[in-house]
């Protein structure tokens, strides 16, 4: 991505030459000798500033410091010069977004400059979710998330019925929501119906709806859901539930677009869409006779899968921080930071209850309930020497990655190794990134 990017350095070769490599990669560059220059400048608002660390007057701890009085977000990038490691890995935690080793190599300066404007990018996505407060939101940047969006966007202004599938917890209710907020029926009802929930012997009366006199009881005439969703979307939630005899009797109905309520002998006209959801493959279930295939064929006009949370890790941290921002807000607390190891761990955690799980444990990391998640510090469990040393040198290893943001260059010079071999250590040790 291209962004206006601020270089800020007192030597005014390197400077030229900084400014010179970052154009070349597809960047606006503003150049500045000095780090109060580049603080006056700021109504431009750039994406990234690359600065300097050393320099006389105000130097890059400074400006970090600066920036941070003067509130919004400027990601800092610092460079350093050779065995100054230790102070880069001090702005880090000041609050500098990533550094810089000189002399560097040209590549990996844009890489750096690119990963930074990214995770800015991701910054001001959440910021823009916490200002709307929208928890019903389909989030997510990954490719499986993408296509989702778009072909909901294609699919609901179609008049045509949906059948949503996926596993439990993927979003599937999300999706109807959005087929029906984004349809021309968005100011009609929105009507759901979980037929796992609903008793056998209710189901006629819940769907189709009863005169006055239909049954004993039956004071009032009262319509069913087909009814109250004219107009708007009627969801079958879990439709795979409903009885085969009920299924007979709303295939009638969608095909006539019209329903008879229990006890009267008179059509009454449906204008609805209906979007059924099933974690199960209703197709499949056609061919084994428990779901009536001409219903089926009628209900997938076409269809939405949803991907399970493992298909798209790469969301992980976002869809957890807007869950636990959500929650935070709701319940008026303040927000634990989310590190770079939390970050981690939620990549790696297997999440079999898929986006439901995860905004459960969001909430519970919010209220304080569960501030690891599931990544807590390694325990010294060896009885003998080496095993002792084993866990030792593992807790100093994840700390330096923790400290570098999992840059594993960055931790072997922090840590004093070779980068082979803090990998080979890392293989023996079982710690990944």
């Known amino acids: 991505m291209s962004a206006l990017v601020f270089v800020v350095d007192d030597d005014a070769d390197h400077l030229a030459a900084a400014s010179d490599l970052i154009e070349t990669g597809g960047h606006r560059v503003r150049a500045f000798g000095s780090a109060a220059a580049a603080l006056d400048a700021l109504d431009e608002d750039p994406g990234v500033i690359v600065t300097d660390l050393r320099m006389p007057g105000m130097d890059g701890f400074g400006l970090i410091v600066a920036l941070k009085d003067r509130g919004g977000d400027h990601p800092v990038i610092v460079m350093t010069g050779h065995g100054d490691i230790t102070q880069a890995v001090r702005a880090i935690r000041d609050g500098a977004e990533d550094f810089l080793e000189k002399p560097y190599d040209a590549g990996h300066l844009l890489l750096v400059i690119e990963r930074t404007l990214k995770a800015r990018a991701t910054r001001d996505e959440l910021h823009r979710l916490r200002s709307a407060m929208a928890p019903q939101a389909i989030l997510g940047d990954s490719p499986a998330m993408t296509d989702l969006r778009q072909r909901i966007a294609a699919l609901a202004p179609l008049d045509v019925d949906v059948v949503v599938t996926g596993e439990t917890g993927t979003g599937k209710e999300l999706v109807a929501r959005a087929l029906h907020a984004q349809s021309h029926r968005a100011a009609g009802a929105y009507v759901a119906l979980n037929c796992a929930a609903l008793p056998e012997a209710l189901f006629e009366m819940e769907i189709f709806g009863h005169g006055s006199g239909a049954f004993p009881g039956a004071t009032a005439d009262r319509p069913g859901k087909l009814e109250l969703a004219s107009g708007g979307t009627l969801v079958l939630d879990e439709v ?25 002998n008179r059509l009454r006209p449906l204008d609805l869409r209906v979007v059924a959801i099933s974690k199960a493959d209703l197709k499949a279930l056609s061919y084994e006779g428990t779901f009536r295939p001409d219903l089926y064929y009628r209900l997938a006009g076409t269809e939405i899968a949803t991907t399970p949370l493992s298909g798209m890790a790469g969301d992980i941290p976002l869809l957890f921080a807007h869950f636990a921002n959500f929650a935070a807000a709701r319940t008026s607390r303040t927000l634990p930071e989310i590190t770079f190891a939390i970050r981690r761990a939620l990549a790696r955690r297997a999440w079999p209850g898929n986006v439901r799980e995860l905004k459960a444990a969001a909430e519970r990391f919010a ?39 999992g840059n594993t260059e960055r931790a072997a010079q922090l840590l004093g190794l070779p980068r082979r071999t803090l990998n080979d250590k890392m293989k023996r040790l079982g710690i990944a990134v």
């Open 240 to 264: 795979e539930a409903m009885p085969l005899p009920v299924q007979a009797k709303l295939l009638r109905a969608l095909q006539e677009r019209s329903v008879e309520r229990l006890g009267e």
């Open 367 to 405: 209220l304080g309930i569960d501030t690891e998640t599931g990544d807590s510090p390694r325990a010294v469990t060896g009885e003998t020497l080496s095993d002792r040393l084993a866990d030792f040198e593992a807790r100093e290893i994840q700390a330096a990655l923790d400290s570098c943001r």
